[in-house]
């Protein structure tokens, strides 16, 4: 027995040793290893090239590109909107960078009348402004909602706050009949547009009119526009790529339906809606709703319905329409099938100059420092991939499009994905993130110059004005990392500075607004970019990925004992804290081996070999919290911990599958049993992560 034991030994090492060797020369092809004249840069390079990425900087550079991406209106699927996406195809060209277009054929919506007038008791008509007089328009397209249907209401006025069931809730204590009604609402409340048409409807109204207060008289007339409908991507085909000649459902079809609103309805300025509300009668307004009236907003004190009657007229239209995706791609020498993404959206509904060309101007000149840096020697590690969408104030449809087509690719072989969407807004960095990416994060704001201090840098006043590390989640479903993260699940970032905007989806989103207001010396886009920048090259460059996991288990935990608080010990969290315990091991393990790599400067094959296993493991463990399922009613989403809520008054931000559980929308007798299976779910997908990370079969 002792020697067929040797026997059997000698053999498995013998097979282990040829197997190695295969795959080590399999890998090799596949990677295409480099020539002397491109070999992988030292880590004194690379330090050398980071600094000149920095130094390049320059915020007359970026001013000029925002200038020429605004001279005039682009929304998604008109002549200009291509005139743009030329400008940008032009510019990745003109760097000497590999670039394309891809492009769907996608359903979008426009207007094609609109009309609005109230009627008051003593009989005077008087016609509502729908547009925004003070503002040279310039082709830009009225003031709408994309996707509302067409439609004409004639009914009392009444004001519904932000449109939440509280809101409502409130109203029928205060005996106000909506039905039939013309709802007037504000825009808040965590309610998304199409939740709050959709809210009014099931309630019975009309139409809606929505306003955003401001709190700024010079943009009372702004009128915000966007989208109502529900979800992301094209309509016409939900989790699959709307390509020429493809699979395509019909308008009719209940799938398609139901992402749109059963009502009509339209945008409006703060001065109109407020010329409405100041003639309402009946109930007075609730005391909750007027102590959180912006400063310089509502006088209401009246919430209707009536005497003032409205007339709400909209006709529109839904087309297809080509979209264009611009990609300029820098590819790697060593790991060419590992993507660095970095994305920023480019139409917009007016001229866009915060949202989003302030974020396409950062990209732009991320583009030019790359090229700077090609050009004195630099290649990256991995491949970076510079990613300019179309129609993402319709939904996303750019990049889901995109992100559906490529699913397998990006499921395997994407490390991360860094949006900016709007730059600039105004003053103050706010940073969110999947936790793993937060330590590198703050490592790079120790580099970037402070925009607003002198000798001063990003990171210490960040840190004084959130007294410590504050980095948000991406629960949220407003930009193009949605659907990187929440479908595919692909560790993501998005950043800007300024919390909001007094001109958003407005006209006066304009060039001179951002050089007068939002950031006249242009040096908030530098850091921007400066961020933006290093931090790709750090995960495009790092020969172990700068993740780290053990801040994703610290995460975890505290949503386990808010969970757990919330619960209150009528149902257990158990799995999921077993399930955390289980991940935080494997974290603090990929973490001390990833420590000994880094230190490890050898180049034999099995080294490199070592560390591309790690970076794998690294690079798909944050896939392990998506669920094939999708959450409930809502499969296109399939993380667990990030993703969007069906109930927008819930009371938790993450784990969306047990925040719908927990919601009163879930009915009481089937509340224990989803929730303890959707703790399950979470429990499954944290075990999987931890799975993934440890890189061994169970």
């Known amino acids: 027995m002792l020697i067929e034991g040797k026997t059997s030994c000698s053999f498995l090492f013998a097979s282990t040793l040829i197997l190695l060797t295969l795959y080590t020369t399999l890998y090799h092809q596949l990677r295409r290893l480099p020539s002397a004249a491109t070999a992988p840069v030292s880590d004194r390079n690379t330090l050398h090239y980071r600094d000149a990425f920095t130094s390049a900087a320059n915020n007359e550079t970026v001013a000029a590109y925002l200038r020429d991406l605004t001279l005039h209106p682009h929304l998604a699927g008109t002549p200009l909107s291509l005139s743009t996406a030329l400008y940008v195809y032009t510019h990745f060209q003109s760097h000497g960078l590999t670039t394309r277009f891809v492009n769907f054929s996608s359903l979008l919506s426009y207007p094609k009348h609109a009309s ?133 459902l019909g308008l009719k079809d209940p799938k398609v339906m139901e992402k749109f609103p059963g009502i009509p309805s339209l945008p409006v300025s703060e001065a109109a809606a407020e010329s409405i509300l100041i003639s309402l009668e009946e109930a007075k307004v609730p005391y909750e709703w007027r102590k959180i009236f912006k400063s310089g907003g509502s006088t209401s004190t009246k919430v209707g319905p009536g005497p003032i009657m409205l007339n709400l007229t909209y006709e529109g239209e839904q087309k297809m329409t080509n979209i264009h995706n611009v990609f300029a791609v820098i590819r790697g020498t060593e790991e060419p099938d590992r993507f660095v993404l970095l994305g920023n959206h480019r139409d917009a509904w007016t001229y866009g100059a915060v949202d989003p060309n302030s974020g396409t101007a950062a990209l732009l000149d991320i583009a030019r420092r790359y090229a700077l840096l090609m050009h004195s020697g630099w290649n990256p590690r991995r491949t970076i991939v510079l990613c300019s969408w179309d129609a993402e104030e319709f939904g996303m449809v750019g990049s889901t499009e995109w992100v559906e087509q490529n699913y397998a690719n990006l499921g395997s072989k994407a490390v991360a994905y860094f949006n900016v969407d709007c730059a600039v807004q105004g003053s103050g960095l706010f940073v969110s993130a999947t936790p793993q990416l937060d330590d590198l994060l703050v490592e790079v704001m120790k580099k970037i110059k402070d925009p607003d201090s002198e000798n001063a840098f990003l990171y210490e006043q960040w840190m004084a004005a959130n007294k410590g590390v504050n980095i948000q989640r991406l629960s949220r479903v407003d930009s193009d990392f949605a659907p990187f993260l929440q479908h595919v699940g692909i560790p993501s970032v998005d950043l800007y500075f300024g919390s909001d905007f007094p001109v958003y989806h407005t006209a006066f989103d304009s060039y001179s607004w951002m050089a007068n207001f939002g950031d006249p010396s242009f040096q908030r886009h530098v850091a921007v970019a ?68 880094r230190g490890d400067q050898s180049l034999d094959d099995f080294s490199i070999l070592r560390r591309r296993i790690l970076n794998d493991r690294l690079m798909l463990a944050e896939r392990g919290f998506t669920d094939s399922e999708g959450l409930t009613g809502r499969q296109w989403f399939k993380h667990l911990v990030y993703g969007p809520r069906g109930d927008p008054e819930s009371k938790i931000s993450f784990f969306p599958g047990i925040a719908d559980a927990i919601s009163p929308r879930t009915k009481e007798e089937k509340r224990e049993a989803i929730l303890r299976h959707e703790i399950w779910r979470v429990a499954r997908a944290i075990q999987r992560a931890a799975y993934t990370l440890r890189g061994e079969l169970t």
């Not at 935990?557 to 991940?583: D, M, T």
């Not at 935080?584 to 001390?592: C, F, N, P």
């Open 116 to 248: 609005l007038t109230a009627h008051f008791v003593d009989g005077t008509i008087l016609s509502v402004s729908l547009e925004e007089p003070s503002v040279p328009q310039n082709g830009a397209m009225r003031p709408y909602h994309a996707y509302s249907p067409s439609g004409s209401a004639y009914g009392e006025a009444v004001f519904l706050n932000y449109g939440r069931e509280q809101d409502y809730s409130e109203l029928a204590l205060l005996g106000v009949e909506v039905k039939d009604c013309v709802g007037i609402l504000r825009r808040g409340g965590e309610m998304s547009r199409y939740e709050a048409v959709e809210n009014a409807a099931a309630h019975g109204l009309a139409a809606v009119l929505m306003y955003t207060e401001g709190g700024d008289d010079r943009y009372r007339e702004g009128v915000e526009r966007g989208t109502v409908m529900n979800g992301l991507g094209d309509p016409l085909s939900p989790g699959w790529a709307g390509v020429e000649g493809g699979e395509k």
């Open 530 to 597: 400066g961020v933006w920048g290093l931090v790709t090259l750090h995960l495009a460059d790092d020969p172990i990925l700068p993740f780290n996991y053990v801040s994703y288990a610290t995460e975890l935990l505290e949503y386990e004992n808010v969970l757990n608080n919330l619960l209150e010990g009528n149902v257990s969290s158990q799995p999921i804290a077993a399930a955390i315990e289980e991940f935080a091991h494997a974290a603090a393990d990929s973490e001390g081996e990833a420590k000994k790599l």
